[in-house]
């Protein structure tokens, strides 16, 4: 089956080199463009990033953006969800459509308070039990990724 993916995974200042070396694999995989945003916890040439995407890297599109700002001024007509456990809105209850952006926020922190609040019809989660603090990164972006591909055939 080939899957023909018009998706965008925004990585705002991811921390850990191995979550986006999946990710970028997983876009690779999928067709989604893969966006860097704003300070990143590594540097693109790190051991543990390249390791993680393999030979993949020549497969994806990835954008270095400074500033989510500049992100969403480039693309004024797009709707960009945020992946957050501080939502009551779960990812599920959505409609997709190609060319949405998927905004997921640093892996110790998660998207800043000031970002959701200005964002919260758009603000989305994944269902966890109770007590549970969050899933890893690169399984969550793969759970909304597919979820989007799925609903959009």
Avoid: H
Avoid at 46 to 75: M, P, Q
Avoid at 89 to 115: A, C, L
């Amino acid at each position: 089956m080939k899957i023909n993916s018009k998706f965008n995974i925004v990585l705002f200042e991811p921390e850990i080199p191995q979550n986006t070396g999946n990710i970028a694999r997983l876009c690779a995989c999928s067709g989604a463009r893969l966006f860097l945003v704003g300070k990143l916890g590594f540097s693109l040439s790190d051991k543990y990033l390249k390791r993680a995407g393999l030979d993949y890297w020549e497969s994806v599109e990835i954008l270095k953006y400074n500033s989510l700002e500049e992100l969403k001024n480039d693309y004024k007509n797009a709707t960009f969800y945020y992946l957050t456990t501080k939502s009551n809105q779960k990812y599920t209850d959505f409609s997709f459509s190609n060319g949405d952006f998927f905004v997921f926020g640093p892996e110790t922190r998660g998207i800043p308070e000031s970002i959701l609040a200005e964002n919260k019809q758009t603000a989305v989660t994944i269902p966890m039990i109770d007590g549970q603090r969050s899933l890893n990164l690169s399984n969550s972006v793969a759970i909304v990724l597919y979820e989007a591909i799925r609903q959009n055939g």
